[in-house]
T-cell receptor, first 115, second 112 residues
């Protein structure tokens, strides 16, 4: 199994509070991704990174920011959590572009509830 | 923009039945196509993939053929097992540095 760890695995937080989710990898893969999974929507890309300090927005980036100061860590921050951000968040990694026949590996997910 | 459309679920089958989950895509270029599977309480795992037209991906008895003329990548299995119960996601990636774009997922439930 690919070495990818998400923390925390579960979190309940109050509306308006900041929240940071962490994705840690031990594979030295270049690409890292944050997705959210919601019923009826499948997985939607929030942000991704193609190297240290290199990030780009995905389909549903509003209300989220990311940082990648080291190859192994990709942080997702909700600056002021809202109930619409209640979701399961998945981190994924890939050695190079998945378009180039490279597999993406997924973490086990973080279940976030905003009350 | 690029998108993936999967058949609505849930799909409920008896053990040893034939499975088809339809997937069609919209893309401006020549994407790579993937099927991922998510077992209960777990993250997604790559099931199979195809990177060019007419390629057939296969794994664990599942197959899917990249059909450029119909922009489809339907997942099939000849005889499903209870252990195949999961959510199946079709996905595409187009161009260097681009991420996976997923369909909404199809839940498969197999009973003995």
């Amino acid at each position: 199994d690919a070495g990818i760890t998400q923390s925390p695995r579960h979190k309940v937080t109050e509306t308006g509070t900041p929240v940071t989710l962490r994705c840690h990898q031990t594979e030295n893969h270049r690409y890292m991704y944050w997705y959210r999974q919601d019923p009826g929507h499948g997985l939607r890309l929030i942000h991704y990174s193609y190297g240290v300090k290199d990030t780009d927005k995905g389909e549903v980036s509003d209300g989220y920011s990311v940082s990648r100061s080291k190859t192994e860590d990709f942080l997702l921050t909700l600056e002021s959590a809202t109930s619409s951000q209640t979701s399961v968040y998945f981190c994924a990694i890939s050695e190079s572009s998945v378009w180039l026949n490279t597999e993406a590996f997924f973490g086990q997910g973080t279940r976030l509830t905003v009350v | 923009g690029n998108s993936v459309t999967q058949m609505e679920g849930p799909v409920t089958l008896s053990e040893e039945a034939f499975l088809t989950i339809n997937c069609t895509y919209t893309a401006t270029g020549y994407p790579s196509l993937f099927w991922y599977v998510q077992y209960p309480g777990e993250g997604l795992q790559l099931l199979l993939k195809a990177t060019k037209a007419d390629d057939k991906g296969s794994n664990k008895g599942f197959e899917a053929t990249y059909r450029k003329e119909t922009t489809s990548f339907h997942l099939e299995k000849g005889s499903v097992q209870v252990s195949d119960s999961a959510v199946y996601f079709c996905a595409l990636s187009e161009g260097a540095g681009t991420a996976l774009i997923f369909g909404k997922g199809t839940t498969l439930s197999v009973s003995s």
